[in-house]
């Protein structure tokens, strides 16, 4: 269709169908959510807009597929006016297509921001925002890793969003900066840490339990860092290192 606004510029894209002038636009901020509660943020991202769909034979119509992430913002880029060359920004994308899920090895040039785990919002604050995520969530009893832990709000991880996350959340209370990064020399993560939150504790043993004999390899994270001694699978050798470093938590 016609864009309904202005647009900032123009680029010619081809294929076996033809050509067409695609419209394009300047974005002040694009924000990519991902599964470790961060987001990738692109500065002034130039996209452009093109409906593709397949022709549904019954109804004559055009079914439209839903958007794509265009590799532009993974590879390595170049202004067509000036010929600067930006690189990207990734040492490594891993593309899992058993789990479905694409994972980012970010450079060390783009410090990744880690906030306070009592900070809901990942803005680095803990306050009346985080604060607003937790009463939309309150009382709730299905949180778990599938919904974000109620989107972060249940903080402690048992499933509910009650007092004892308030009295986290109310310890931080407008306290400002991040927290040390998991995996820093001054924030060192433990070998038995698989879900990132650098503790040993019950739910990394959740997910030593849900690759328990599973064959493992690198394109899954050598089955999500359970298999320890990196023989290929996930059994009594890794419980037992994993059973090492446990932590009962209070």
Known sequence: GEPIGEYDFSVPIGGIGGEVELPGFTLDRLSIPTMNGFNLVYLNARVCVHDIGILDEESGEFEIIDGIF???FICASMNMATWDISSTPYDNVVMDTVR???GFDVKADYPVPVRRFT????DCDVDIDDLAVMSFNWL???CGSENDYCDYADIDKDGEVNFEDYVFAASDWLKGGC???CGSERRPRPGADFSGDCEVDI???QIAAEE?????DWLNYNCRGADMARDGVVNFEDFGEFANQMRVRP
Not at 119 to 122: E, K, Y
Not at 212 to 216: A, N, P
């Open 70 to 72: 265009g590799d532009n």
């Open 100 to 102: 479905g899920v694409l």
């Open 119 to 122: 900070d809901i919002d990942a």
């Open 140 to 142: 709730r009893t299905d």
């Open 179 to 181: 927290q040390y990064a």
């Open 203 to 205: 739910f990394d043993l």
């Open 212 to 216: 328990w004999l599973k064959e493992c």
